[in-house]
């Protein structure tokens, strides 16, 4: 379930370790254009909520945090699935995400995790280049995705920590 950035901000202000040792093994950050920042390529794309619940609330305003876990009802062997339906463990409802859109599997033999796209209509994108549909690539720490137009940067618990301490510096 994503989360406001806010609300890590809170628990990391109130404590820092114990937020630190709550952390999943990656999340998705997924920040909002500013009022009169120009979107790239379509306006239409915006981030809305989980699918078929209303009107955009998450992530009209407010950066989101999306937790990179496995549900315990998807069963899609692979890894943590992206996509644009309920089904999937990160849910983007975005008109440009696909219904599976890509997934993204932890290498434990490597710690890291890795990025396939599923074959979706819109692509994926790693640091700004195209992903090659069903072929694995790593991901780095910090690095920006998209998932058709809805850009996302990944983090690794201990680079999502020097994320929120560089927000909360002077």
């Known amino acids: 379930m994503p989360e406001l950035l806010s609300a ?37 794309y915006r981030l809305k909520t989980v699918t078929n619940a209303g009107p955009p609330t998450l992530g009209a305003t407010e950066p989101v945090v999306f937790s990179v876990l496995k549900s315990q009802t998807n069963a899609f062997g692979r890894g943590v699935t992206v996509g644009r339906t309920g089904n999937n463990d990160v849910v983007l409802d975005d008109s440009s995400v696909s219904r599976f859109h890509a997934w993204l599997a932890r290498d434990e033999s490597q710690a890291k995790f890795l990025l396939t796209d599923a074959g979706s209509k819109n692509g994926s994108w790693l640091g700004g280049v195209r992903l090659t549909p069903r072929k694995a690539v790593s991901v780095e720490d910090g690095v920006r995705m998209r998932f058709g137009q809805v850009e996302l940067v990944f983090y690794t618990p201990s680079g999502f920590v020097r994320m929120l301490a560089a927000r909360m510096a002077p």
Do not use: I, K
Request: aromatic fraction near 6%; charge should be negative.
């Open 8 to 44: 890590h901000v809170s628990r990391y202000l109130r404590n820092r370790g114990d937020l630190e040792r709550r952390l999943p093994p990656a999340l998705l950050v997924f920040t909002p254009a500013l009022a009169g920042e120009r979107v790239e390529e379509q306006e239409e």
